[in-house]
Each structure stands twice: as structure tokens, then as C-alpha cells.
């Protein structure tokens, strides 16, 4: 995830850059007559290619230091007892690995891939407002700096899990939950501002010609998404405001003794938190919609019927937040809606996959790096799917609650899922930020070490849930030690297959076998007519789009 | 306006072709998709919850 | 050439590890209705998705291997079908209205708490539960019984490792008993997988739900509910029993409080109250102030040698009877009876080198209290 830095402009570079109707005349118009060096050519660019970098790069990142909040916790389970890690450790360690993973790497990573490829897919030359995305991405690192920081506050961070449950995250939470409160403001002021200016490129820069019908679903789905985080990002903003008022200005939004209700806030949060799963799995069905058709040669089957699924997932997503509050007491009738409504999600997001598989079949596919991940995102998030299909049955959820059952669950659509589908999505345009295709060696062996390990540490996760092993706990009974033993042998063995992708990244930035305008021979997108690497500024003169190019 | 409800109910089901497709998006308005669908979603919502208040019975 | 046989010797004795001590990989069938549905609602739905899956991965790895690119296949160019599409989309739709169907009328079963036989108050409390059977005068909490050493790696663990408690909740089977429940501090969670009873304790809101069990026997559950620093050290056991048995239980429980409301009115001994008071400190004080208390500041301020509790007898009562608002320490007037309070505050008035020499009586207790 951390491309190689555009080259700076120059003459020759933007010259080179033959395809997308550049012109001549085009490259005396730039704007910026020095850039300023070192540092503060990444504290003050507003390019999206840079920007872009900027924000796969953190995000990287933060997937390792999340990975290694991971390793924590899974050491401490590697066997009964308490070993290395007290309990209230422990705790801040699952909270901790929670909210860096879902906002600091798989949203983060989301944003770099659309900063860098939706202007290049819709033939723009920038963001539509690169000010602004500058200083999106610029919160982020002050957003997890203060974050991070509160482990080291006295009482220590945050170790209320990361749906921070009032009012064990109010009453009775440590005193750096305020700060807490402040980096997830500004996390979401950051997305909202991302989602803004995303949802601005793509209504209002695409290339002449290119109609909304026309664009790859990378560009759909990150539309959509960014339709959801704007509706759901204010939702967590006024819980999170409401927790601040509970802790320092003596409220009772969540506390009964007050006239409060702590159902209150498990309604707030997951109304935020349903769409927020879709603003992780939305964007990745776009990567692998571009992935498959490419390698299996073959236009994706059902293109419109991905679109049109695409948008009745993102409504139907505010309609099922309760399914996961089954236990809490709902009235009856509201279970049995909140059950109907989230078995029928399943069926648009069902049709995805039939027109995944559908798309291979008669095709003529080959099994480069970026198509192994995506291949894989099919099969293992289909299995997140049907446990999911199972967690719907409301009665059986009542068994399978915050037991390991659902760790599994939402492991299996976010780390095959999600970051599966960022690791393709990363591989596909390598070639495209650096000119070079990755080792291929190296990125099998990344690929089968992946698979291996994911698999390892998260399917045995199902059979200790089923068990009765409850969640977030630092130590177990007796019969769930040989499945919490695969899968911390598992989660190591998953963790250090992850340095070869920085490995094959960084090998990539540096060199490798050059990389053509089009770099695979399947790939029919805009991207791919720019030259490989692109240059700095790209269709600074619109290309024209030809409807060849589109998806009929 | 038929052929914008017929296409958001297609939309629920996650199936449309491209013909139809190719004309919502040269023909459609996206306003009038976008009250529609929220219209329909609505409607959605109140017939499961008639469907789960019969059933709680 | 020897390194997978070694890797199969090692997965071959990982699985018979497991079917050595696992009792199972899968849901339990439970012994009430109830699970019994559940689990079958959980088969049902766990097969279909199997089929599901053989299916459509059936499709997807023929195709990954019958038209390899290398292979030299030539794409197709379709790209739609709508009939097909309908098609894929009809049919999970009627099988989920088909899975709807029999949840629906185990999910309403399950909220049916009527015409029950007995009722019990299930009380969530950082980090223990309390049960108080309604209209019988018995209440009393049940703490985790496996000794720090077991946690600590120290001593050898038992089969039930952190599964077991001092006093289980005791339950007749064949009647339909009704969970009041509700929390005095977080949530929690009060879940035994074999009764198939999950349920949320709300502090300040009163959950239903209710059980009915077909045999006799023990079922073991853990707090399901991130609940703070102790969450996973508060298990839950229920004794199932004959109902007989269960009448004499209760009766002698019932006896067993008369007498203990006796003892109020009586003048305790010091080394009496010590020895109460060790008990009652050891299964209720020690998962926070520790079993020296040393406490683990600053969440848990140390009883050794704590001069404000060595010097104002009256303070150290408040802070038991009352608790301490904002913090963890909770209060237990009606948690502890006045024999307990004053027992484990003799206790820890002259324990580890806190040699006040003081000795509360109940009566004195009782008598804060009903201030």
C-alpha cells in the first residue's frame, strides 16, 4: 500500500503522457510554479496521486500497529491462565485493535485507493476540491496520534471494547475517554470531508462522454459509500457528543438513575454502525468488480444489476442495526422485523457473488497476484456471508451472541473481506503508481501465506463460539484451549506473512519488470491509458471518452 | 413514471438489464429516482413491519 | 522429506487433544424446548448454507479450471441474463421465507414468560450474580470459586476452570421458571448455552425471559456482556433439580436465613467475625482490593494499611453499606446482610497488620442501614 511517489513534475513526464487527449499546450498551465521540498511537499500538496500515497501509507501503517494489538490479545489466549498481560490490558487491547483496524486502516485504505484512482477512472485531472482533501487526510495522523497516546494516560486507554457500550464507556470508563471522544470527531470529520469531495469528483469531473452509466463500479460503489458516510458519520458524532456530556456535564442521556437509557445508545451506535459495515464492503465489491472481468477476460456479468444491488444494499443498511441488539430485550415485534429485514439484505448481496462466479464462467482467466486476492475475496467472503445468514435467525442468535461465533463472522468479511479486496486492489494498480509489476514470486507466496493464515486463525474461531466461548475475554475454560491455540499460531503466522507485502511493495517502488500504459491485457478502464507510471498531473486536457470503453 | 418504480423495485432485487439501464439513465431524472426509491423504501419498511406486528400476532 | 510427516504427527495429536477434553465443536442441543428448536433452527441453517455453498463454489472452481487462459480458452461475451437473474434472486428469497417461518414461532415462544411457576431476580453485578427468588425471602450472590493460583498457573487447573462458583443457582426442572433481570452497575450479559437463555441485564430496566428444563443436572455459562476489568471471571452455574429435591433445598435455604437474621441481634465474638469475614472477603472483595489487600491502584485503593480506614470506623462502614458513587465500589446494603457487612469490616480492620482491634457488630450494621 505505498506506491511509489509520482515523480515530480517536469516537462518530460507530462509530455510522455500521450493518451487521455493531452496536449501541448496543456503543460504550460501549471499552476504551481515551485513546490516546495522535503516535508512540506507532504504536509501542503494537494494532489490526489500524493494524497492518495499519503493516505496508503498511513493506513498501512496502522494495519501493523493494529495487527500487533492483535498479537496481544492472541498471545495472552494462546493458552488458559493469565500469562503476559493483565486483564485491563487486555481489554484496552481488543478496544484498541478494533477502532485502528475499522478507522485508521480499511477506511483510510478506501479513501487512498479512491483519491488515486477515481480521478484517473473518470478522466479528472484532480479531486474536485484538493485543498480540502489535503486536510482530510492531515487529521488523520493527529486524529490516532491522540488516540494511540491515551495508553500511556493514566487509567489507561479506552477498554470498553470497540462498540463502547454505555455506560461502561461513560460511569465507569477510564478518565482518557474524552480524549477518546475527540480523535473519533475528528476521524469523522475526516471521512465526511473525504466523502464530500468524492462524492463532488464524481458528479461533476468525469470526462466528456462518460455518462453515470458508463463508469467501473469502483466509481459506483465509492459514490454510494460516500452517500453512507455522510449519513451515518453525524450519527457516531452525536452519540460520541452525548457519551461527552454524560462523563463532563453531568447529563443522563445513557444513565437510568437520570431518566436515561444505555439502549439508548446501543440504537444510536448501530445505526451508525450497520452502514459503517457496508462503508467497508462496498467499495471492496467495486475492486474485485474490476479485478475479475480483467483476468477472466470477460465483461462482468450483471453490470447494471451490481449497481442497482449496490444501491438497494446501501438503503437496506438502515434498516437491520438491531439485529445486532437481539439480547437486549427488543419488543418482539421489532425482532421480527429487524430479522425479515436482515435476512432479505442477503439477497442483493448474494446476487453479487452469483454475478462474480457468472463473470468467470466461460471466461479466459489467468491467476496474476491482484486476481489470486481477488478469487479469494469471492470464496471467503461468501463464508463471512453465510454466518452472517446464520447470526440473521434471530433465536439462534441467541446463542451465537458475543460469543466467538460472531468474531469469526465479521473477521471473515473484514480480513478476507475487506483488506483482501484493498490487497488486490493494491496489486492490480501497482503498475500502474509505479511503472513496475510486483515480484510475482514473492506475491503468491504473500497470497498462500495469507490464505493459510486467515483461515487458520479465524475458522476455528466458529467452532469455539459454538462451544460457548464468549467474547473479549483474557482467559477461557478448559475446552476452548486447542481452538484458541490454531488460531494464535494462526494470527502469528498471519501477521508476519504481512511483512512480504511490504516486501513486495517496497521491491516495487524500487524496480522490477517494467510496466506498459495498459498492464494487463484485460484491463479495459481509463486508468490504464495513462502511461504506467502516471505521471504527476494526469488529463489536465479531458480524454474523450469512447463508449467502446464502457461496459456494454 | 412507471418505468422509474419498475426500475427501483428491480433495484430492491438487485436485478435490472441493460436496456432498461441504458434508459433510466438517459432518460431518468435522478431526483425522481431518488424520491422514488426513498418512497418505496418506506413502503418496504411499513409492509415488514405489518408483516412482524401479524406475525407477533 | 520427515518434515510433513512431522506436520502430520502434529495436527493428529492437536485433534486427538481435542476429542480428549472437547465436548463439543458445535452448539449444544440443550435440555430445554427451547434449545432443542434453536438447535435445530441452527442445522437447518448451517445446511443450507452448505448446499449454497457446494453449489455456487461448485461453478466457481470449474470454471477457475476449466477456462484457464493458459489452457488457451477463448471469453465468451455474454454479459447478462435477466431470466437467470430473476431466477437466482427468486429462489434464496424463498428460502429464507421458508427459514422465516419456523423462527418466527420458536422466536415467539421464547417471548412467552406467562403462567410461569417461579420467579427469579437475576442482578448483574461488577463482577457476580445475584439471585433472589421473588415471594420466597432467599437471595444471595454466586461468585467464582477457581482460586487465583488456578488463573495464575500456580496450582494445577480443574476441570471446571473459571466455570465455577460458590453458591449455583438452584432450579427445579419440569416448571416454568420466569428471569426477572437486571444490573446495578454496566451491562451484562446472562447466558447458559444448554438453556439457550442469552439475555441482556440492563442497570435501571428489568429484562424477561424463561426457561423450562427437561433434566436434571448442572449447566455451566459465563457473562456474554464486556462488562470491565473482570468480565471474563464471572460465570454463571445453574443446578437443575428434581423438583422434591428442590422443595427440601428451599426449605432448608430458608431456614438457613431465619437463622442468619437471628444472629443480628446477637454479640459476636472477634474471632467469629474473622472468620466470617474471611470467607465473605475472599468471595466478594478480593477480585478488586486483592487477596492481601493490596489492592491494584488506582482503580482499587489497598485495605493494608490504609490510614483513613484504620483511623474512622464510621467512613470505612459508609463506604461498604453505601458504596462510592462514580467509582467501582458499589454499595452492599442490600447485597451483603448486616452479619456479612459487619463480619467483613471486623475483617479487614485487623488483617494484614491493620491491628485496630475493633469489632463491628451486626446489630450496629443493621442499625446503619435502616438509617
Not at chain 1, 509505479?434 to 493464515?453: D, K, M, V
Request: hydrophobic share 50%; with cysteine; proline share 6%.
Amino acid at each position: 500500500m505505498a506506491p511509489k511517489l509520482p515523480p515530480q513534475h517536469s516537462l518530460q513526464h507530462s509530455s510522455s503522457a500521450v493518451a487521455g487527449g493531452q496536449s501541448q499546450e496543456g503543460q504550460s498551465h501549471y499552476p504551481h510554479a515551485a513546490q516546495p521540498k522535503g516535508l512540506m511537499r507532504w504536509l501542503l500538496t494537494t494532489n490526489h496521486k500524493e494524497i492518495g500515497s499519503l493516505y496508503l501509507i498511513f493506513s498501512l501503517t496502522m494495519f501493523f500497529v493494529g495487527g500487533i494489538f492483535a498479537l496481544v490479545v492472541r498471545a495472552e489466549l494462546f493458552q488458559p491462565g493469565l500469562q503476559l498481560v493483565e486483564p485491563e490490558f487486555f481489554n484496552q487491547m481488543t478496544t484498541m485493535h478494533g477502532l485502528i483496524m475499522v478507522f485508521a486502516a480499511v477506511m483510510p485504505a478506501f479513501t487512498g485507493l479512491a483519491n488515486w484512482m477515481i480521478p484517473l477512472q473518470i478522466g479528472a485531472p484532480d479531486m474536485a476540491l484538493p485543498r480540502l482533501n489535503n486536510f482530510s487526510f492531515w487529521l488523520l495522523p493527529v486524529a490516532f496520534t491522540l488516540l494511540l497516546s491515551t495508553l500511556f494516560m493514566p487509567g489507561g486507554g479506552p477498554n470498553f471494547g470497540w462498540t463502547f457500550y454505555a455506560p461502561l464507556s461513560t460511569t465507569y470508563a477510564p478518565a482518557s475517554t474524552t480524549f477518546f471522544i475527540l480523535a473519533l470527531h475528528m476521524a469523522g470529520i475526516s471521512s465526511i470531508l473525504g466523502a464530500i469531495n468524492i462524492i463532488a469528483t464524481i458528479l461533476n469531473m468525469r470526462a466528456p462522454g462518460m455518462r453515470m452509466m458508463d463508469m467501473p463500479l469502483f466509481v459506483w460503489t465509492w459514490l454510494i459509500t460516500a452517500f453512507l458516510l455522510i449519513a451515518v458519520m453525524p450519527v457516531l458524532a452525536g452519540v460520541i457528543t452525548m457519551m461527552l456530556m454524560d462523563i463532563n456535564f453531568g447529563t443522563s442521556f445513557f444513565d437510568a438513575a437520570g431518566g436515561g437509557d444505555p439502549v439508548l445508545f446501543q440504537h444510536l451506535f448501530w445505526f451508525f454502525g450497520h452502514p459503517e459495515v457496508y462503508i467497508m464492503i462496498l467499495p471492496a465489491f467495486g475492486i474485485v468488480s474490476a479485478i475479475i472481468p480483467t483476468f477472466a477476460r470477460k465483461p462482468l456479468f450483471g453490470y447494471a444489476s451490481m449497481v442497482y444491488a449496490t444501491g438497494a444494499i446501501a438503503l437496506l443498511s438502515f434498516l437491520v442495526w438491531a439485529h445486532h441488539m437481539f439480547i437486549v430485550g427488543l419488543p418482539l415485534t421489532a425482532e421480527l422485523f429487524f430479522m425479515y429485514s436482515t435476512m432479505l439484505i442477503a439477497v442483493p448481496t448474494g446476487v453479487k457473488v452469483f454475478n462474480w462466479v457468472t463473470t468467470l464462467f466461460r471466461g479466459s482467466i489467468s491467476f496474476e497476484p491482484p486476481m489470486l486476492f481477488a478469487l479469494a475475496f469471492v470464496v471467503l467472503f461468501t463464508i463471512g456471508g453465510f454466518s452472517g445468514l446464520m447470526l440473521a435467525i434471530a433465536p439462534a442468535d441467541f446463542q451465537y451472541h458475543d460469543t466467538y461465533f460472531v468474531v469469526a463472522h465479521f473477521h471473515y468479511v473484514l480480513v478476507p473481506g475487506a483488506i483482501f479486496a484493498i490487497m488486490a486492489g493494491v496489486y492490480y494498480w501497482l503498475p500502474k503508481w509505479t511503472g513496475h509489476y510486483p515480484n510475482e514470486r514473492l506475491a503468491q507466496c504473500h497470497f498462500w501465506c495469507s490464505i493459510i493464515g486467515v483461515n487458520l486463525t479465524f475458522f476455528p474461531m466458529h467452532f469455539a463460539g459454538l462451544a460457548g466461548m464468549p467474547r473479549r475475554i483474557p482467559d477461557y475454560a478448559l475446552q476452548f484451549a486447542d481452538f484458541n491455540l490454531l488460531s494464535s499460531i494462526g494470527a502469528f503466522f498471519f501477521g508476519a506473512s504481512q511483512l512480504l507485502f511490504v516486501l513486495v511493495v517496497v521491491l516495487c517502488v524500487r524496480g522490477g519488470q517494467k510496466a506498459p500504459a495498459k498492464a494487463w491485457e484485460g484491463a479495459v478502464d481509463l486508468e490504464w491509458s495513462v502511461p504506467s507510471p502516471a505521471p504527476l498531473h494526469t488529463f489536465e486536457t479531458p480524454p474523450v471518452f469512447h463508449r467502446a470503453q464502457s461496459h456494454d | 413514471m412507471w418505468s422509474v418504480v419498475k426500475s427501483v423495485l428491480a433495484a430492491l432485487l438487485g436485478v435490472q438489464n441493460d436496456r432498461q439501464r441504458q434508459q433510466d439513465f438517459s432518460n431518468g431524472k435522478p431526483v425522481a429516482f431518488i424520491i422514488t426509491a426513498v418512497v418505496v423504501t418506506m413502503m418496504f419498511v411499513l409492509l415488514l413491519a405489518g408483516i412482524a406486528i401479524y406475525a407477533a400476532g | 522429506m520427515r518434515l510433513p510427516w512431522q506436520w502430520l504427527l502434529t495436527i493428529t495429536s492437536v485433534a486427538s487433544l481435542s476429542q480428549a477434553h472437547a465436548s463439543s465443536w458445535n452448539m449444544p442441543v440443550g435440555v430445554t424446548d427451547t434449545s432443542r428448536n434453536i438447535f435445530g433452527l441452527h442445522m437447518t441453517i448451517f445446511w443450507v448454507c452448505v448446499v449454497i455453498g457446494v453449489i455456487v463454489f461448485g461453478v466457481m472452481f470449474y470454471s477457475l479450471f476449466r477456462y484457464r487462459h493458459s489452457k488457451g480458452a477463448k471469453a465468451a461475451r455474454f454479459h447478462e441474463h435477466t431470466s437467470v437473474e430473476v431466477l437466482w434472486t427468486a429462489i434464496p428469497i424463498l428460502i429464507l421465507v421458508g427459514m422465516a417461518v419456523p423462527a418466527t414461532a420458536t422466536l415467539k415462544n421464547m417471548y412467552d414468560a406467562s403462567e410461569a411457576d417461579l420467579d427469579i431476580m437475576i442482578t448483574g453485578q461488577q463482577w457476580r450474580w445475584r439471585y433472589e427468588y421473588l415471594g420466597e425471602d432467599i437471595a444471595y450472590t454466586s461468585n467464582l470459586s477457581t482460586t487465583r493460583e488456578q488463573i495464575r498457573g500456580e496450582s494445577e487447573r480443574d476441570e471446571h476452570y473459571l466455570l465455577d462458583v460458590d453458591e449455583p443457582l438452584v432450579l427445579p426442572i419440569n416448571r416454568k421458571v420466569r428471569f426477572l433481570m437486571t444490573s446495578d452497575d454496566v451491562i451484562h450479559s446472562w447466558w447458559v448455552p444448554e438453556l439457550a437463555v442469552k439475555q441482556d441485564t440492563i442497570p435501571g430496566f428489568i429484562n424477561e425471559n424463561w426457561v423450562q428444563i427437561n433434566e436434571p443436572g448442572i449447566y455451566r455459562g459465563q457473562c456474554a456482556e464486556l462488562c470491565g476489568v473482570n468480565h471474563g471471571f464471572m460465570p454463571i452455574v445453574v443446578h437443575a433439580m428434581e423438583e422434591a429435591e428442590f422443595e427440601t433445598w428451599l426449605e432448608e435455604r430458608k431456614e438457613a436465613a431465619e437463622q442468619e437474621a437471628m444472629g443480628v441481634d446477637r454479640e459476636w465474638a472477634i474471632e467469629e467475625l474473622m472468620a466470617r469475614g474471611e470467607e465473605v472477603y475472599q468471595s466478594i472483595c478480593s477480585s478488586c482490593h486483592q487477596g492481601e489487600g493490596q489492592g491494584a491502584p488506582p482503580a482499587f485503593p489497598a485495605l493494608a494499611g490504609n490510614e483513613q480506614l484504620i483511623n474512622e470506623l464510621d467512613w470505612h462502614l459508609d463506604r461498604v453499606i453505601n458504596g462510592v458513587s462514580g467509582a467501582a465500589m458499589p454499595a452492599f446494603r442490600n447485597t451483603l446482610n448486616p452479619v456479612e457487612i459487619a463480619a467483613v469490616v471486623t475483617y479487614t480492620r485487623n488483617a494484614w497488620g491493620n491491628e485496630t482491634g475493633d469489632t463491628v457488630q451486626p446489630a450496629t450494621v443493621a442499625e446503619r442501614i435502616a438509617q
